[in-house]
């Protein structure tokens, strides 16, 4: 008999999983509690914008080895479309302001020795100031390891670790920021180019890899809130999908891919984040003016990140616990005039659409990610996954999916595979 493999979560981190797990030959089943699939990586049509939109602009860049190579397996990698080269357009917009950082491909870092490839008004001194985030510890706070202050601290280390940590970088748990320039800066611009599903979310990295898993014999089904699990000698012996019971074969495992508080509600005990902090994203029906790059961080205004749809125009505030509470139109106008500002246009305000996840990351802080559990459990075949397990990097698609690829590597370690 096949074994079965029962992942619970639709999300990214449950999606790789499967896909892993379908690819060795495993029945997959994978049961999802909302009405939706993709968690917090989906797109969605939205009546007010009559626009196909993503709830969250989710930039990848090509050192995402994990993403790229999940997109591969799905067929999709060709969806993530960027730059030949590491180029990134920026404003400040406080001085009205525009340059090109340029990141030559090599691991050695020759471009911080061009003035016309660096940050403006910056020395390649400055650059190696941020050497301590490389080997800082996981207890030790960005505020601790450097000096937060200074142009090349506000024209690129704030917009760079406040988009990765989505905490104010101070705060922020200095290993977690190491990882992340260890995996781009570090590795050169080969690692560097940003990758953007221009077509939507979903149609890269959610409907193709559920089409996956149901191609190799498996299913995933919406509106299956898994309640409770039963255990018994050690192992999850059933799970319970609403008045149904699923008895789980000497073989079958579970894969746990769902948000941290849902995880400790079925798994009492369990140690999980408590904290996490709010993203918003708000998308404009707006055609883009032509000299307007596909992506343009912004220092020094409300918006962080403006991102150049063929159909609109939409931006991305990290640490946005402070706007979550503003009201919407309010909120929208004031959008609306920094892209104006950015994209050197004069327009009315377009129909819009406002996204506020509260809960979009768990607090990077060096306190919360202390409380990060592994794939492991005590129950030998029940494993985690998520962002919000311990990666070893802060809340992102690329932890996703590598939380996916473990927990099913521990499955597959359990089978002698």
Request: aromatic share 6%.
């Amino acid at each position: 008999m096949q074994t079965t493999v029962h992942i619970v979560g639709a999300g990214i981190s449950g999606l790789s999983a499967g896909v892993r797990l379908a690819d060795a030959g495993y029945l997959v089943r994978v049961h999802e509690a909302a009405q939706q699939v993709g968690g917090r990586c989906r797109s969605y049509f939205d009546g007010a914008t009559n626009l196909t939109i993503d709830n969250g602009n989710h930039l990848v860049l090509s050192g995402n080895h994990s993403v790229l190579a999940y997109a591969r397996t799905i067929g999709t990698q060709a969806g993530l479309q960027g730059p030949p080269k590491a180029e990134f357009s920026f404003i400040d917009l406080a001085v009205n302001k525009r340059w090109k950082l340029q990141i030559n491909d090599g691991r050695v870092p020759f471009w911080v020795f061009d003035r016309n490839r660096r940050v403006p008004d910056t020395s390649p001194a400055d650059y190696f100031g941020l050497a301590p985030l490389i080997w800082a510890n996981a207890r030790t706070r960005v505020g601790d390891a450097i000096k937060c202050d200074g142009v090349l601290y506000k024209r690129l280390v704030l917009p760079l670790l406040l988009a990765a940590l989505n905490i104010d970088p101070p705060d922020g748990a200095a290993g977690l920021a190491g990882a992340i320039i260890r995996e781009t800066l570090l590795a050169g611009g080969q690692a560097c180019r940003p990758l953007i599903a221009r077509d939507g979310l979903s149609s890269v990295l959610i409907d193709p890899a559920i089409d996956y898993i149901r191609a190799k014999g498996g299913s995933v089904d919406v509106g299956h809130e898994v309640r409770q699990l039963t255990m018994a000698n050690g192992r999850v012996a059933a799970l319970t999908l609403g008045d149904q019971t699923v008895a789980l074969g000497p073989d079958d495992a579970v894969v746990m891919a769902v948000p941290p508080r849902s995880a400790a509600a079925l798994l009492p005990g369990l140690t999980v984040p408590t904290k996490f902090r709010a993203i918003v994203n708000a998308h404009f029906r707006f055609v883009p003016p032509p000299h307007l790059p596909p992506m343009i961080g912004v220092v020094n205004g409300l918006i962080e990140w403006l991102f150049a749809f063929p159909d609109r125009l939409s931006i991305t505030i990290s640490g946005g616990d402070r706007l979550v509470d503003m009201p919407r139109e309010e909120l929208a106008r004031a959008i609306w005039k920094d892209i104006c500002a950015v994209a050197g246009i004069d327009a009315e305000m377009p129909a819009w659409q406002i996204v506020r996840e509260r809960r979009a990351t768990f607090e990077a802080s060096p306190e919360q990610n202390a409380l990060r559990p592994g794939a492991l459990t005590e129950w030998k075949n029940l494993f985690l996954a998520g962002d919000w397990t311990d990666t070893g990097l802060p809340a992102t698609i690329e932890g996703s999916v590598r939380s996916g690829n473990r927990a099913a590597d521990q499955v597959l370690k359990t089978r002698g595979i």
